[in-house]
């Protein structure tokens, strides 16, 4: 008689823990992609980075941005983990430029990539030539940045690529 309630108990603990487990993992979000950004401080760590890019042949996203600003903080957290914009992201060599700071280096990348506002999304193709009649200034909803992403100036093809430098 004790070996029945022995595996009744048994039984019950068993479909008690699979219920369990199956709740958790119906109920449990799938876990965010976090992209990762390097940071570039300098002119020249730009640079660097831009031929690093080139010799990979990865277009280049570099993000503009000052820790008081609203909208940069709202491209952080809205628009750049949105599931419609990372897989259009993972193909960038992604930089960001922290200029919160005011300092030389701050002004003087800002002066040399023509910045004047944030957040400013500056773009570079996978041959490095800028793209600044792609450029962003401001905050950009994640549908719409993941539709900027996909544009064919940014990832041409061998006979576009030809047409677009040679105007």
Not at 6 to 14: F, P
Not at 26 to 55: D, G, R
Request: glycine share 2%; with cysteine.
């Amino acid at each position: 008689m004790a070996n029945i309630k022995t595996k009744h108990v048994l039984v019950i603990l068993i479909i008690t823990a699979i219920t369990i487990v199956s709740g958790y993992l119906l109920n449990s979000k799938p876990t965010p992609v976090i992209l990762t950004f390097t940071t570039v401080n300098s002119i020249s760590e730009l640079k660097q980075a831009l031929k690093v890019a080139t010799q990979q042949q990865r277009p280049v996203l570099l993000d503009v941005y000052a820790e008081w600003c609203s909208p940069c903080i709202a491209l952080t957290q809205q628009t750049f983990p949105a599931a419609n914009v990372i897989p259009h992201l993972k193909k960038f060599t992604r930089l960001k430029a922290n200029v919160t700071a005011n300092t030389r280096a701050d002004i003087a990348l800002m002066h040399h990539l023509n910045v004047i506002g944030f957040p400013s999304l500056l773009f570079w193709d996978t041959q490095g030539n800028p793209l600044p009649q792609v450029k962003i200034n401001g905050f950009i909803n994640a549908d719409s940045f993941s539709r900027h992403l996909q544009q064919a100036i940014i990832f041409p093809t061998p006979s576009s690529a030809s047409q677009n430098y040679a105007q």
